[in-house]
């Protein structure tokens, strides 16, 4: 921190005391005659210094009082990890009070040097203080404030953005919570794609058309064929002010391709009927390339000298140029859309082939659905001799909610046989009472149209011939017919009763897990010394109160190593050279005890015994171990004590205290030990003579 001069320090107390007589800043004037004369850069130092001191101050009060509402952790929970920017600023200093990494990433900054900047640092619409408290009142006559703008890079650079802000109140304080995203891709790419006001209108004109014929090409019914199409084909060629707009299709063999549709302009001679059999071998050039799904844009010019049939055709057609595009359906190359002389070429290129692309992805689209339509009706048969041997329950309802069809495994299931279902209502014979009312209003509100493209899985009970209930698991989809009306559902369903008894079997032992979990948990919740579970992979699977006291933050709802909670450490303690008892239990299968010196959050060391227990699976394997940890600080403390004191006790009794010499007592002592080995001797050499 900058050292203040002791005039400025003077300037500052004098401001602070004027300041709580007044409640207003003093003015230059006031300062001077109180201090008895003073430099007019002296005082606006200690005045601005002096301000910055309120601002800083009136920051921390509002970050204080986010922490203790828990606003701000809650913030942080949400967009930490979030790729938009999210920041809080302080509206009366402009300050940032959090953010999250993404927004001082994006400006060059640590963490530690965006927290000390103002908004008007890296904003380009607010310039300075004044600039920031002007913006401030917008934010309080909007609900929510949406611009675009520019950051200021680290380096000077300028980066676009998108800035969501809205002015917060929370108990008489407020803040501004912020959310920015980079638009500098999006500003590139519309400054290229509208880069002139006849462009922005081609683009309108483009998106109107592919709105159109992309509502028309959807929704498009068997018998409305051929005039869509047609339709589609006039649009693209007088909007690409082309000659002539085709369609061609592949011959199921694939042996040629065949001109189905076509739209000339006026005076434009058709080319439809000469073009029915156009053989592979000799349009291979083109063939070959739209085969790949490569888009065509084809001058006379570039057409191979070997290409005889095609240069027949651009002859014949008068044709300079022409675009065509691929289509794709059932995975497999199925013809081309195509035009003939487009006006202007290379605008076509960059624009308009993202009209004919977007054509030919809902005609290919259209035609698959034709494909599969034709399909269907082929396979009506085949599935309705599959529906009798299907292992579900498959049955119809009409409008009123009477069965029309219904296979042979939905009548084993509800144990009727097939006349006396066909005919009568679902909802009153085959389901229970309780829940009648609201299938039967569910399914009301289906056929009167208010739920549209229904489609639901869902379990359910029947009603069986013996008044039992089986649990059934239902698919449903509405039965509509070519007008689009809604005539009936119908449902496949799988017996799921086992499941079902399985499942309630299974609620009811997590159930009875999680109460002994909790009882446990009690249990070591009343023992005073720290227990933890710690599995393998070195994380901490229950713990007590006393061990929660260890945690981070004293924090017991996240995942924890046992290294953080014992070491205050990120790594575990084997790789600090201390005895692991997880790695011991390990590789021995037996209960340890170990001696750790651990480190508090305080930074303050203790020393505890550790005992761990293997703690093995269903598989008999060793899973973890379960921790038990003692705080001998000071029963070590006094051991050491009580060594030193009869260290000098022992002193004191056989050495002179004057002298430091030994003593009469530890000579005698001495002669006594002498005597004693000497006796030993003499006994163990003649046995027969008394030790006295």
Not at 373 to 393: N, P, W
Not at 665 to 690: A, C, T, W
Request: aromatic share 8%.
């Amino acid at each position: 921190m900058k050292k203040i001069s002791p005039a400025v320090q003077r300037v500052l107390t004098i401001v602070d005391r004027l300041y709580d007589d007044k409640g207003s800043i003093p003015s230059y004037d006031e300062i001077r005659e109180t201090m008895g004369g003073a430099s007019y850069n002296t005082i606006s130092k200690g005045i601005n210094l002096w301000k910055n001191k309120q601002l800083e101050e009136q920051k921390q009060e509002k970050l204080k009082e986010l922490k203790l509402t828990g606003e701000l952790l809650n913030f942080r929970h949400q967009v930490d990890h979030s790729n938009d920017c999210f920041y809080i600023i302080d509206p009366q200093s402009g300050g940032f009070l959090d953010t999250n990494a993404s927004s001082y990433k994006l400006l060059g900054y640590s963490k530690k040097e965006f927290l000390q900047l103002k908004i008007y640092d890296v904003s380009s619409f607010v310039c300075n203080h004044d600039d920031w408290l002007k913006q401030l009142e917008v934010f309080r006559t909007h609900d929510k404030f949406i611009m675009e703008t520019q950051h200021r890079h680290k380096d000077g650079k300028f980066i676009h953005v998108e800035v969501s802000a809205r002015l917060y109140s929370n108990n008489d304080s407020e803040y501004i919570i912020c959310s920015s995203r980079d638009i500098t891709d999006r500003k590139l790419l519309l400054s290229e794609l509208f880069s002139s006001k006849k462009e922005l209108q081609h683009k309108v004109e483009l998106e109107k058309i592919i709105s159109e014929l992309s509502s028309d090409l959807v929704n498009i019914k068997s018998e409305q064929v051929d005039k869509i199409i047609n339709k589609t084909l006039k649009i693209l060629s007088l909007f690409t002010h082309s000659d002539r707009c085709y369609l061609f299709q592949v011959s199921p063999d694939k042996s040629c391709l065949k001109n189905t549709y076509e739209w000339c302009a006026s005076g434009v001679k058709a080319q439809i009927a000469a073009l029915q059999e156009c053989h592979r071998n000799d349009f291979s050039w083109i063939f070959n390339q739209l085969e790949q799904g490569k888009v065509l844009l084809l001058d006379k010019e570039d057409i191979p000298e070997n290409s005889i049939a095609l240069k027949n055709v651009f002859e014949d057609g008068n044709i300079q140029s022409c675009v065509n595009i691929p289509l794709f359906w059932s995975d497999r190359f199925q013809g081309f859309i195509g035009l003939d002389n487009p006006g202007q070429v290379d605008s076509l290129f960059k624009q308009d082939i993202l009209l004919l692309q977007t054509v030919a992805n809902f005609l290919s689209k259209a035609f698959e659905q034709w494909h599969i339509e034709q399909l269907h009706a082929h396979s009506k048969k085949q599935a309705q001799r599959y529906l009798q041997i299907a292992g579900v329950m498959i049955l119809t309802l009409n409008e009123q909610g009477d069965v029309t069809m219904i296979n042979d495994k939905g009548c084993e299931i509800l144990g009727y046989p097939e006349y006396d279902i066909v005919g009568k209502n679902w909802f009153d014979h085959f389901l229970p009472d309780d829940i009648q009312t609201d299938v039967i209003h569910i399914f009301k509100e289906i056929m009167s149209g208010n739920l549209h493209d229904y489609k639901m899985v869902v379990d359910g009970k029947v009603r069986c011939s013996d008044d039992s209930e089986r649990w059934i698991s239902w698919h449903n989809n509405i039965l509509k017919d070519a007008s689009g009306r809604t005539f009936g559902i119908i449902s496949s369903g799988e017996d799921i009763t086992e499941r079902k008894l399985a499942e309630q079997k299974l609620i009811l032992s997590e159930q009875r897990t999680e109460r002994e979990k909790n009882f446990l948990q009690t249990i070591i919740n009343g023992v005073a010394d720290p227990i933890m579970v710690i599995g393998r992979d070195y994380k901490v699977q229950l713990l007590n109160n006393a061990a929660k006291l260890h945690t981070p933050d004293n924090n017991d709802s996240s995942c924890f190593y046992c290294y953080q909670v014992s070491h205050n450490s990120e790594i575990p303690c084997h790789l600090n050279e201390e005895q692991c008892p997880l790695e011991k239990v390990v590789r021995t299968g037996q209960s340890v005890s170990v001696v750790h010196e651990h480190h508090s959050k305080n930074n303050k060391t203790r020393v505890f015994e550790l005992i761990a227990s293997p703690l093995f699976n269903e598989q008999n394997e060793i899973s973890g171990i379960i921790e038990s940890s003692r705080d001998i600080t000071e029963r070590l403390s006094v051991e050491e004590q009580l060594y030193k004191s009869n260290l000098d006790v022992h002193r004191l009794t056989y050495h002179d205290q004057l002298t430091n010499l030994p003593n009469q007592l530890l000579l005698v002592d001495r002669l006594e030990q002498v005597l004693k080995n000497s006796s030993e001797k003499l006994i163990s050499v003649h046995p027969f003579i008394p030790s006295n």
